[in-house]
């Protein structure tokens, strides 16, 4: 985000231009460019009301107990909060005022991020002729002001962490890497179990997996997120890249890139059509891609990640104790690449694409049974070496059980 108001400022690109004549027609023009549809995007987390770092509540949660945040900082919010909420221009719809908050929402929920009805609605009111390229031009201008106060919030964070060290996240005092087991080294990186490449940062290991493993395994993490039927899912359900970039991947016929939060392209590389479309009797349309790899999978590989995030998510569930047992040992050696596969591996070939990830696991007597869903696709193993009977609807009953 920074990176983004950088660009905007030294760039001047946030421009908007209008013209006219007496008695003639208004035309309104406006370049959205990448960057600012980057920035936007970068922007969502604390501006969606879902989610769990939207501004107004982070605002509301440091700001309710007495001393926590200095007065002079309250104060500066305050007007921040306040300053956000007006447009550059005045804006009336039905004789009430319309805030940054209204346009936002309406352009938004209604278009640029999803299509709520109630927000459509609003867009429709205030997207009627030259004002469709004004209402561009005033979400972007709006989220610029929420910009500026998005970081304002973030240093009064980093104020309060720097007061009161007794608020931060506790390290262990005894840390272990559940991959190789050490007990030294260092431990300054978390541990994301899903890996970022899918979006999903919410399940994070702390101490349970040194610096060494973090970055040696990283590389079948990214080989789990290139996966072919995988990377075509996550250019369409990925918001964003961990870099803050919109998603990609390159298949041998055509190349596959987000452009907009809800605008995929397709470059095809061949002469031959890689798409197709079927028009159904209902006036909807079918678009059907098909497509050959441009490589050999390496099932080795790709196992060695779905075993990784089996352990991963055993030890976030169980405790670093508890997935350091002896019982884990073939599947460790085998994450690592230093051991043969401990057991088999079970992938679905026909899938519902959806948003969700959903990994589930069950132990048994002599097995650790996990089911993994990635956006539809989806996998089952036993994490132990020991013989264990999963039937081809294992993964069905195991998801649905939990």
């Not at 779905?306 to 352990?311: D, E, S, V």
Request: proline share 5%.
């Amino acid at each position: 985000m920074r990176d983004g108001m950088r660009f905007l400022q030294e760039s001047d690109s946030l421009s908007f231009s209008m013209r006219g004549k007496k008695g003639g027609n208004l035309e309104c023009s406006f370049d959205e460019s990448q960057p600012l549809i980057r920035f936007a995007a970068l922007l969502r987390p604390f501006m969606s009301s879902q989610s769990p770092l939207e501004l107004r509540s982070v605002w509301k949660m440091l700001s309710e107990p007495p001393g926590l945040v200095a007065d002079e900082s309250r104060e500066a919010i305050s007007s921040l909060l306040v300053a956000s909420e007006r447009l550059c221009m005045s804006l009336v719809l039905n004789e009430k005022p319309v805030t940054a908050s209204d346009l936002y929402f309406a352009y938004a929920e209604g278009a640029f991020f999803d299509e709520n009805p109630e927000a459509r609605e609003l867009l429709g009111q205030l997207s009627f002729g030259p004002m469709q390229q004004m209402v561009l031009f005033l979400f972007h201008s709006a989220c610029v002001n929420y910009a500026k106060l998005t970081f304002a919030v973030l240093d009064v964070i980093l104020a309060i962490e720097k007061n009161n060290p007794e608020l931060l996240i506790t390290r262990s005092s005894e840390p272990q890497c559940i991959y190789c087991l050490t007990r030294s080294g260092d431990f300054r990186d978390e541990e994301h179990v899903i890996p970022e490449a899918f979006g999903a940062d919410e399940v994070v290991l702390r101490d349970a997996v040194c610096d060494v493993c973090n970055n040696q395994l990283s590389m079948i993490d990214q080989y789990l997120a290139d996966f072919e039927p995988l990377a075509w899912l996550r250019v369409y359900f990925v918001p964003l890249t961990k870099k803050g970039k919109f998603p990609r991947a390159e298949f041998r016929d055509f190349v596959l890139e987000k452009t907009k939060p809800r605008v995929i392209e397709i470059t095809n590389k061949t002469r031959k059509d890689v798409l197709t479309k079927e028009d159904l009797p209902d006036g909807s349309f079918k678009l059907s891609l098909k497509f050959n790899t441009r490589r050999p999978v390496d099932m080795l590989k790709l196992a060695r990640a779905l075993f990784k995030i089996g352990l991963g998510f055993v030890s976030y569930d169980r405790g670093i104790e508890y997935a350091c047992d002896k019982r884990f040992d073939a599947a460790r050696l085998f994450i690592r690449g230093k051991g043969t596969m401990p057991n088999h591996l079970l992938i679905s070939t026909i899938g519902n694409p959806n948003t969700s990830i959903v990994t589930v696991w069950q132990s048994f007597e002599r097995a650790t049974v996990v089911g993994i869903e990635i956006f539809g696709v989806s996998f089952a193993y036993n994490l132990e070496p020991t013989p264990y009977n999963i039937q081809d609807e294992a993964l069905h009953d195991v998801i649905q059980a939990f």
